[in-house]
């Protein structure tokens, strides 16, 4: 595998940790800004918006540039957004500060992901992305725990610090360790790439990823509650699960890209099944703590880590651009504010046990979507759809590529 990868993966995982960042210090945040907890609550919501509606905008902007002089903008920008967070002294610069890293934030998938498949022999891409994707996981089980800490520890904008430097070493490693690849000439424009929305293929598998994710935060944003005041458990225990949790993810995503290139639907049809098992094991159980907790494991397992072989399948449906995954992971965002946003709505009215519900609802309909690709599935690709902007080993606009992308995996 190649080492650029696991650099892509440490500036993904500077992401993910801004992030989630203030789930873990509202109070802290509230009584430092001089406001209340529901409006920090809001500056998450910003962040989110902001990647789904934002980031393919800047990709679009940063399309003409080479992959890593586009990562290195996105750096410098989202590193200011960190800067302003630690030092915002009120609630409207620390939106601010929100909005340029969620939209920074979204970009750096894209261009970060589409690099995967320029650096990276076609029959190993799947596992390259969940390499990558392994930024996503570990910021969730490490990321967050750890700004938390230093935020408790040494106020909230020591977190911002702490992700700022994260930001830097991630910066500086991505200069020296990711290859200058040109951008090919005669394609790869903004035309090229947007040409694949007319597919209406394209649409139902981007709604696949959503339905995915949102299946998955309808229910992970309720863990908190559902395990405390249903299951039982402590508000000491619940941290230590999220952290089992967190550690499913990373073994779940490492095994699915294992096999995201040669099985992708049926990879993602098996996750699909399973998540709708244990979701709807976990509305049935959640007052037993064993099965709680087993169907919470399995969720970690079969939820989020379907990301390699959802970015597989949506790059051969269309191509491996940076603007189609940047796309692709406002889709998936869209799902974390659905997912999220209706489980709040149907708390209100079903109780605790309704975003469980729902979380299988939106699996089964996922699957729904997968299903029809199964009855019709092709060989297996030997990478994403033809983009002529992405240069494969022995053809790439520079020989640093070719020799990174011949690596041993």
Same mark, same amino acid.
């Given at each position: 595998? =190649? *080492?650029?990868?696991?650099?892509?993966a440490?500036?993904?995982? @500077?992401?993910?940790?801004?992030?989630?960042?203030?789930?873990?210090?509202?109070?802290?945040m509230?009584?430092?800004?001089?406001?209340?907890?529901?409006r920090?609550? !809001?500056?998450?919501?910003a962040?989110?918006?902001?990647?789904?509606?934002?980031?393919?905008?800047l990709?679009?902007a940063l399309? *003409?540039? +080479?992959p890593r002089t586009?990562?290195?903008?996105?750096?410098?920008v989202?590193?200011?957004?960190?800067?302003?967070?630690?030092?915002?002294?009120g609630?409207?610069?620390?939106m601010?500060?929100r909005i $340029?890293t969620?939209?920074?934030?979204?970009?750096?998938?894209?261009?970060?992901i589409s690099?995967?498949?320029?650096?990276?022999r +076609?029959? $190993?891409?799947?596992?390259?992305?969940?390499?990558?994707?392994n930024?996503?996981m570990?910021?969730?089980?490490?990321g967050?725990p750890? %700004?938390?800490?230093?935020?408790e520890r040494f106020?909230?904008?020591?977190a911002?610090?702490?992700?700022?430097?994260?930001t830097v070493?991630?910066?500086?490693?991505?200069?020296?360790?990711?290859?200058?690849?040109?951008r090919?000439?005669?394609?790869?424009g903004?035309?090229?790439e947007?040409?694949v929305? *007319?597919? =209406?293929?394209?649409?139902?598998?981007?709604?696949?990823?959503t339905?995915?994710?949102? @299946?998955?935060?309808?229910?992970f944003s !309720?863990?908190?509650?559902?395990?405390?005041?249903?299951t039982?458990? %402590?508000?000491?225990t619940?941290?230590?699960?999220l952290v089992a !949790?967190?550690?499913?993810?990373?073994?779940g995503n490492?095994?699915v890209?294992?096999?995201?290139d040669?099985h992708?639907?049926?990879?993602?049809?098996?996750?699909?099944a399973?998540?709708?098992?244990?979701?709807?094991?976990f509305a049935?159980?959640?007052?037993?703590?064993? @099965?709680?907790? $087993?169907?919470m494991?399995?969720i970690?397992?079969?939820?989020v880590?379907?990301? +390699?072989?959802?970015?597989? *399948?949506?790059?051969?449906?269309?191509?491996?651009?940076?603007?189609?995954n940047?796309v692709?992971?406002?889709f998936?965002?869209?799902? $974390?504010?659905?997912?999220s946003?209706i489980?709040a709505?149907?708390i209100?009215?079903?109780g605790?046990?309704? +975003?469980?519900?729902?979380?299988?609802?939106?699996?089964l309909?996922g699957?729904?979507?997968?299903?029809?690709?199964? @009855?019709?599935?092709?060989?297996?690709a030997?990478?994403?759809?033809?983009?002529?902007?992405?240069?494969?080993?022995?053809?790439?606009?520079?020989?640093?590529?070719?020799?990174?992308?011949?690596?041993?995996?």
């Amino acid at each position: 595998m =190649p *080492r650029a990868v696991y650099v892509l993966a440490l500036g993904i995982f @500077a992401m993910v940790t801004s992030e989630f960042v203030v789930a873990g210090l509202m109070p802290q945040m509230a009584e430092g800004l001089n406001t209340t907890v529901s409006r920090i609550g !809001y500056l998450i919501t910003a962040f989110a918006v902001a990647m789904a509606a934002g980031g393919p905008f800047l990709t679009a902007a940063l399309m *003409r540039f +080479p992959p890593r002089t586009a990562l290195m903008v996105l750096f410098t920008v989202f590193l200011a957004g960190n800067v302003l967070a630690a030092t915002a002294t009120g609630y409207g610069t620390m939106m601010a500060a929100r909005i $340029i890293t969620g939209i920074a934030s979204q970009a750096f998938f894209g261009v970060g992901i589409s690099m995967c498949a320029q650096i990276t022999r +076609p029959e $190993i891409r799947g596992r390259a992305i969940a390499v990558a994707m392994n930024g996503l996981m570990l910021g969730t089980l490490l990321g967050l725990p750890v %700004s938390t800490l230093v935020g408790e520890r040494f106020g909230w904008r020591a977190a911002f610090w702490t992700i700022t430097l994260i930001t830097v070493i991630a910066a500086v490693a991505t200069l020296f360790g990711v290859p200058r690849i040109e951008r090919a000439e005669g394609g790869g424009g903004f035309r090229q790439e947007a040409g694949v929305f *007319r597919k =209406p293929r394209m649409w139902l598998v981007l709604s696949s990823s959503t339905l995915i994710i949102g @299946a998955t935060f309808s229910a992970f944003s !309720y863990f908190n509650p559902i395990l405390t005041d249903v299951t039982g458990f %402590s508000t000491g225990t619940v941290p230590l699960l999220l952290v089992a !949790y967190g550690a499913a993810t990373v073994i779940g995503n490492s095994v699915v890209g294992r096999f995201a290139d040669g099985h992708t639907v049926p990879v993602l049809a098996v996750g699909l099944a399973l998540n709708t098992v244990f979701l709807t094991g976990f509305a049935l159980l959640a007052d037993v703590p064993a @099965a709680a907790v $087993i169907c919470m494991m399995g969720i970690g397992l079969a939820g989020v880590t379907m990301n +390699p072989a959802m970015v597989t *399948r949506v790059q051969r449906t269309g191509n491996a651009g940076p603007l189609v995954n940047t796309v692709h992971s406002s889709f998936i965002t869209l799902g $974390i504010i659905l997912g999220s946003s209706i489980g709040a709505v149907v708390i209100e009215t079903w109780g605790l046990r309704a +975003p469980l519900w729902l979380g299988a609802v939106l699996a089964l309909v996922g699957l729904a979507t997968v299903l029809p690709d199964l @009855a019709h599935r092709p060989a297996p690709a030997a990478g994403p759809a033809p983009l002529s902007a992405l240069p494969d080993e022995g053809t790439s606009a520079h020989p640093s590529s070719s020799r990174q992308g011949s690596g041993s995996s």
